[in-house]
């Protein structure tokens, strides 16, 4: 089935990049959409990149009008929010949360969102705990399908080095044989092309894709 519009946000990370490779070289996928803050710099004629204002929810919801599916990879970090909790939220949460209310809002048929691995509303980890919050208000909300992946730690090139996760990368993958699938690194190219996977499913309602099935799928 083909696909007209579908809107990416997060483009400018490592798995909307990655995404965005796919769904360019992907024909049932005709017209894609980039809202970023910043522009994508990509030239291709199925691809347009809108630069929005991310705390104007008006902005967030022209940019879903008309398309069929969505994508969000947004997210931030800690030392990017420099260890601010509540910048933390206004990422992870409410930028996601107004995202899916722009999709309930403008009838999208699909939304796809990056949570990740561990994910729980009630953790005492304040990441697992935002990523489990917001996966619990977007159920909520009833969108006709919502499918939210919970990847483990992503296994990739970045432009920026992030200490924490090039530790995990490089220990992680010695342990990898005794590691429960749920927790095993990942690769990043193996996330977004299961995003593509997943955009074509006629999966309805709420879904969580755990890790495992992430790595038994591609
Ligand atoms: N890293 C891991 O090992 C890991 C593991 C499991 C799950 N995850 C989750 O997976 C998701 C994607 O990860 P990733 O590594 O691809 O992310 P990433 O490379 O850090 O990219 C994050 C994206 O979010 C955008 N963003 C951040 N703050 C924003 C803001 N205030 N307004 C608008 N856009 C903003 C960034 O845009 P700019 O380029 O403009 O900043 C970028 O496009 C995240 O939610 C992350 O928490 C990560």
Known sequence: MKNKKVVVFGSTGLIGGLLINYLLSDSSF????????RP???????????????????????????????????????AKVQNNKDKYREIDFDINFNIAKSCKLNNVNKFILISSSGANSKSSN????????????????????FIVLRPSLLLGKRN?????????????PLFSKIIPPNVKPINAEQVAKAMILYAKSNMSGNNIINNKSILKLI
């Open 30 to 37: 005709e017209q894609i959409v980039v809202v970023s803050r």
């Open 40 to 78: 994508l710099n990509i030239n291709h004629k199925k691809l347009s990149n809108q630069i929005i204002n991310f705390s104007n929810k008006i902005q967030i919801d022209n940019s879903v009008k008309n398309c069929s599916i969505v994508f969000s990879s947004i997210g931030t970090t800690k």
């Open 126 to 145: 304040f990441y697992l705990k935002l990523k489990g919050e917001i996966e619990h208000e977007i159920n909520k909300l009833n969108l006709n399908s």
């Open 160 to 172: 920026e080095f992030r200490l924490g996760e090039r530790t995990g990368q490089i220990i992680l």
